[in-house]
């Protein structure tokens, strides 16, 4: 089904009998495949007699050849699926079945994207990227404090570079833009944390989606094409990325997130607001001060500085802010 999406990609007209020649198969396997696209991707396609076929709207699919090519010096080998339950899961499974880290792992579509906090992500085929990378972590787990800021700092400057402007940072690591949210980075831990440990870098960004009555999200989001008013390559922005994620990570490793601490305050979008921070039913009121070299938020509760950290706490601004 895929190889017959990527014939029809360029949004023209293209006859089941050319597209059966390409694909070796018949015109009515075509036509089958054709009803698979709408019905299992819910992508739109048009017959037109006299004509053929051609999508609702062009697309451009990831292309793994090229995004190998591009990113070459990284090093880092990278697979595309079609379709996967999270990206994040299936980096799993290829561990346990003994695929060496360091790898990129992208997907057009998860059926079940992991967001922070058990919630889903919402990620429809083809439209945005769902982009997962493993990495070994052998200087103990020192090394992934405040990781998870640093790659929503590189995933900051990936939208900055592609023309994005009013890019923000709120703690620990959602990505912002004009104030609502563009992308998400969940970070999971594999293996034990005193012997031989990965980390999982899930990072989604909305690229090309558009605000629509069927997309439920429940908080205010943007995308790339709704910031800049028009379709984004993935494969372009996503090697912008891998390139980004490279020179933040080598930084974080080399200096810690001390090193990259003014950049995030740069871009942090909540400095001085009133927010609540939330830990299960706890929250405290404060005022936010800034974040600390280890990528704890520093809170000015009734007056006095305090400082906390963890991957279950969560923000979210006081009415009157
Ligand atoms: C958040 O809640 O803000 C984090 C969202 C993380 C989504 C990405 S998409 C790629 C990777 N695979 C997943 O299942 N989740 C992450």
Request: charged share 20%.
């Amino acid at each position: 089904m895929l190889e017959l999406l990527k014939l029809l990609q360029d949004g023209r007209f293209h006859s089941g009998e050319a597209l059966g020649a390409h694909l070796g198969i018949s015109r009515s396997a075509v036509w089958k495949q054709l009803q698979g696209l709408e019905a299992e991707l819910g992508i739109g396609v048009f017959k037109v007699p006299g004509r053929g076929y051609r999508l609702s709207s062009p697309m451009v699919l990831l292309d793994a050849e090229r995004l190998s090519r591009e990113t070459a010096l990284l090093q880092w080998p990278i697979f595309v699926e079609t379709s996967v339950d999270s990206t994040n899961a299936e980096i799993f499974r290829r561990l346990d079945a003994g695929v060496k880290a360091p790898f990129v792992l992208l997907a057009e579509r998860q059926m079940a994207g992991r967001g922070r906090r058990g919630r889903a992500w919402v990620s429809p085929f083809a439209e945005n990227l769902y982009c997962s990378l493993v990495l070994r972590v052998d200087g103990g787990m020192s090394q992934v404090e405040a990781l998870s800021l640093t790659v929503g700092l590189a995933v900051a400057k990936t939208l900055q570079d592609s023309g994005l402007g009013d890019v923000g940072l709120k703690w620990p690591n959602d990505v912002l833009c004009a104030g609502h949210k563009i992308s998400g980075i969940l970070l999971e831990l594999a293996g034990d944390p005193a012997d031989v440990c990965h980390v999982v870098i899930g990072i989604g960004i909305n690229v090309n989606m558009m605000i629509d009555a069927t997309i439920a999200i429940d908080q205010p989001w943007t995308s790339v094409r709704q910031c800049i008013g028009r379709m984004v390559d993935r494969n372009e922005l996503a090697v912008r990325l891998l390139l980004q994620l490279r020179e933040c990570l080598s930084r974080h490793w080399q200096g810690g997130f001390a090193s990259l601490r003014d950049e995030w305050e740069a871009l942090h979008a909540w400095r001085g607001r009133n927010v609540a921070l939330t830990a299960g039913n706890n929250a405290t009121l404060g005022t936010v001060v800034g974040v600390d070299e280890r990528g704890a938020i520093r809170l000015s509760v009734e007056g006095v500085e305090h400082a906390f950290s963890g991957g279950e706490l969560s923000l979210r601004l006081q009415h009157d802010s």
